[in-house]
């Protein structure tokens, strides 16, 4: 019989009866009791102990250092780690695989596993683990197995242990205000600070892995796999043939490279005989959300756990929903933007002025803002209503671009569309906003489910040239958000940046759409957009158009369902169509422009009137694409609506008549520019006044078809007044005044006798001007610089003019591309000055590309091919090359 050294036995030896009839001799080992009866010995915990329910993943991929970090901060006295991160990224897995580590390494040391998913399991598993190590009353009904183990692992005695709780993802089983028995809490009984003992967690929450570990540090996130390590569990799960590296990255790049959603793709594929990766790759962006759906059978997950990546993710969600609805409402509502650079302050809108949105108010969510209703009985939505009304502005007020920093000409002209919002300077603080929305953000970052990046929050934070480009002193020059906030949390969240993993996004969405709220979530965030997107002609606004450029653009994939809707959609993907002009990103222009004027047609509350401010845009684009005839088109179509309409005289017809008569110069058109402009000047004069700045943009245009004909003094007497006009009204480094100063040095280059000190100081501060507002490589200014180029080539200052040549050379090609029309004037004026410099070899590679890049490209207009291969002979003959080059590009007014 074995021997049970265990407190409390007693060893007997010779024992009598009482009436003395016998005498037991021998030894007895046992118990005890007080009546003299001998117990049956206590049970002894058996000295492996190994519950891991799973076997190890011959599978696993090793993920960079988790593991070393696990072990370094498990092997401390009594060392807590918990591992955080989003459902299906392999938390459990790399558990799964420190505790067969552990178990090699000190085979000695008992492991527990501890489903902890919500009070009954948790419970369960302490039974069961009271019941291995025979802990004595755990048979009870009664027993209370939470002390009972708690005991036992206090014991250092009991030798070394691993704990490892899985799942501790539910709060109240975590918490002990839990409901349910009175030992249902973590809380009560966590696991002891033993010396002896150590505890590793996972959890979708960091807020519950914090009320298990001690330090910060010890919370490890987890992340999805690097591209490395997604390919080769994909290569080790998949039983046939190995996809190419190429095949392998798609389909990773798809599935955000999440282990669940890797080993559910290569689970479909097995099963499939004929399915290859790509064959998985196109039906997986045709079928995702069935695909995802979709449970697969895994060994090492929780049985009671889901298998399908979409199900898991929507727990998380289902989980937030209950316990505090205004963060589902937030979730919801980042769902809707590109899943990446989501700045922190359109946030904002996730709830409106009346509080009744989503999960947190349970109303009609399809509402336009402005028509949704404050509920009357709560007091609290009653104060949150009345801060927030000077938050958001009025949808039903215009606004209107004061006139000091309006852009009068060459912008699209702003008819019946118009932009909805308020002055931002009399937004007001909410701090109890800020304070609601910081709670929601915390518990979304809790489970996982979005994230911070701070290598984009430099890009969100207005720059110093935003700041400082003159004529916005009457605007909100930095973007805050809908409000300008004093406190601290506030003025952080403006410039903070966050992000969702694609698979979250679309998980979301599904959501959503299985409650048929999507829509709604959509509209709101297209209102929001609309209070927030600055027009794209107003300048130093253009670091906030960048940052939410890319939600517009996704946007542009999907027009809203609700008619209330449609208005602020094509107002958006007007202005970014714009913007995206100003850049020279002129087919990602198109597109947009296209797309908003066919929303035009469609919306019901938008006539044909209003369709004129798009075809403006497109026009523009036309125009500065270099495609004369067809930014004619658009303009004259614009102006016709207007003027059917409003007639001639009004002011938003001189606008469009300035934009047409700008076309019809460059077309040569000179007596209809002229006489179009002669009368929208007039009627500016008329309505307006001389001194303003659409009169004085006027006068510009006009001075520019004059000198085009010949009458270079009256058109350096209107350039003159144009440009004083504009220095007197607008200030000297305003953007308009730059411009006429352009325009100026353009007029006195054109004419015979060049004062060339002159134009070229109005030349170099046009390029200041335009460097301040636009930034050193826009393409705005290439044009400057390549007419100062051509400027110091006439004065036979070949270095500079050549350093100038390729300056714009290289920003053209990356506007217009190599064989663009302006990228192919800068090589043959750069070869011209090579020429001039007898470096005939560089010259003529030059002269070749140029030649051949017109022959492709001008398409009927001979003369540059021509002079061009002239000049070519020229240099082959080892000839100067002839003037038509400067002839041509002196007169030649853009």
């Avoid at 199900?311 to 209950?322: D, K, L, V």
Wanted: some cysteine.
């Amino acid at each position: 019989m074995p021997s049970y050294p265990q407190p409390g036995h007693q060893s007997i030896s010779g024992i009598s009866t009482t009436n003395g009839a016998q005498t037991v001799t021998g030894i007895v080992h046992g118990n005890v009791t007080n009546n003299g009866v001998l117990a049956r010995p206590a049970p002894v915990a058996p000295k492996r102990v190994f519950t891991v329910p799973f076997r190890r993943d011959p599978d696993f991929i090793d993920r960079g250092d988790i593991l070393a970090r696990i072990d370094e901060i498990c092997s401390q006295p009594a060392g807590r780690a918990a591992l955080v991160g989003v459902g299906g990224v392999g938390k459990s897995q790399l558990a799964i695989e420190h505790a067969y580590r552990v178990k090699k390494h000190s085979p000695e040391t008992r492991i527990f596993w501890v489903y902890a998913s919500n009070a009954g399991r948790l419970q369960e598993a302490y039974k069961g683990i009271a019941q291995t190590l025979k802990l004595p009353g755990s048979e009870e009904a009664t027993a209370n197995n939470y002390k009972l183990v708690f005991d036992w692992l206090s014991n250092d005695d009991n030798g070394t242990w691993l704990m490892i709780i899985d799942n501790a993802d539910d709060f109240k089983t975590a918490s002990s205000d839990g409901e349910g028995s009175p030992h249902a809490s973590l809380a009560d009984y966590p696991p002891p600070q033993s010396a002896n003992g150590s505890v590793l967690m996972t959890s979708r929450r960091k807020d519950i892995a914090r009320q298990m570990v001690d330090r910060e540090q010890d919370i490890i996130e987890i992340s999805p796999m690097t591209n490395c390590e997604g390919t080769q569990l994909l290569r080790r799960k998949l039983r046939r043939k190995d996809p190419s590296d190429a095949a392998a990255e798609q389909l990773l790049n798809e599935l955000d490279h999440f282990p669940l959603a890797i080993s559910q793709a290569a689970a479909y594929i097995n099963k499939n005989e004929h399915m290859s990766v790509l064959g998985y790759l196109f039906l997986f962006r045709n079928r995702r959300e069935k695909l995802m759906k979709d449970p697969f059978p895994d060994p090492r997950r929780d049985k009671q756990a889901s298998n399908a990546v979409f199900t898991t993710f929507q727990m998380s969600f289902e989980a937030i929903r209950a316990e505090r609805p205004s963060a589902a409402d937030l979730l919801s509502f980042m769902s809707v933007f590109n899943r990446q650079g989501i700045p922190g302050f359109m946030l904002r809108y996730y709830q409106d002025g009346s509080r009744n949105v989503g999960y947190a108010n349970e109303v009609n969510l399809s509402q336009p803002l402005s028509r949704r209703k404050v509920p009357t009985e709560d007091n609290k939505r009653k104060r949150l209503v009345r801060a927030l009304t000077k938050t958001l502005p009025s949808r039903q007020k215009q606004n209107t671009i004061p006139e000091s920093s309006r852009e009068p000409q060459n912008r699209p002209q702003n008819t019946a569309i118009t932009r909805n919002g308020g002055d931002p300077s009399s937004w007001k603080p909410n701090q109890e906003l800020d304070e609601e929305l910081e709670a929601d953000l915390a518990m979304l970052t809790s489970f996982s489910l979005i994230s911070f990046t701070s290598d984009e929050r430099d890009r969100a934070m207005p720059s110093s040239d935003a700041r400082s480009v003159p004529g916005n002193e009457n605007h909100a020059t930095t973007y805050e958000s809908p409000t300008n906030h004093s406190s601290g949390s506030g003025r952080l969240l403006d410039h903070q940046v966050l992000a969702m993993h694609g698979l979250v996004q679309q998980a979301t969405r599904e959501w959503l759409a299985s409650e048929s709220t999507e829509e709604g979530w959509f509209g709101r965030l297209t209102s929001a957009m609309a209070e927030e997107l600055p027009n794209g002609w107003k300048y130093g606004t253009w670091d906030k158009c960048r940052t939410l450029l890319p939600h517009v653009q996704s946007m542009a994939e999907r027009k809203p369902s609700q008619e209330s809707n449609n208005r602020e959609w094509v107002v958006l993907l007007r202005d970014a169509a714009y913007y995206l002009c100003l850049q020279g990103l002129y087919s990602q222009a198109e597109e947009l422009a296209r797309k908003s004027l066919d929303g035009c047609k469609k919306c019901f509350d938008l006539k044909e009137f209003d369709n004129a401010s798009v075809v403006d845009v497109l026009g523009h684009i036309a125009y500065a694409k270099g495609d004369r005839s067809e930014s004619e088109k658009w303009y004259r179509r614009a102006l016709m609506i207007v003027t059917s309409s409003e007639g001639t005289s009004h002011p938003r017809a001189m606008g469009h008549m300035g934009n047409l008569a700008s076309a019809l110069r460059r077309q040569g058109k000179l007596a209809e520019a002229e006489e179009m402009l002669r009368q929208a000047l007039a009627a500016s004069k008329k309505a307006l006044g001389v001194g303003h700045p659409d009169s004085l943009c006027g006068m510009r245009e006009l001075a520019l078809v004059l000198s085009k004909q010949g009458k270079y003094d009256e058109a350096e007497a209107m350039a003159r007044t144009a440009l004083a006009g504009m220095e007197n009204v607008q200030g000297k480094e305003h953007i308009h005044t730059i411009r006429s100063v352009q325009v100026f040095a353009r007029i006195l280059h054109a004419q015979p006798e060049v004062p060339f000190a002159e134009v070229e100081k109005l030349y170099k501060r046009a390029l200041a001007g335009f460097e301040k507002c636009y930034g050193p490589d826009h393409v705005s200014k290439m044009w400057t610089v390549f007419r100062l180029a051509l400027l110091l080539q006439q004065q036979d200052r070949f270095a500079e003019a050549g350093t100038l040549y390729r300056r714009a050379c290289a920003g053209y090609e990356r506007f217009y591309g190599v064989e663009g029309v302006w990228t192919l004037g800068s090589v043959y004026g750069l070869a011209l000055v090579l020429h001039q410099q007898q470096r005939f070899e560089d010259a003529g590679s030059l002269y070749e590309r140029a030649c051949a890049g017109y022959e492709k490209t001008l398409d009927g207009d001979y003369d540059k091919t021509m002079a061009c291969m002239e000049d070519f002979s020229k240099l082959l003959e080892k000839q100067a090359p002839t003037s038509w080059f400067l002839d041509h590009y002196r007169d030649y007014l853009y």
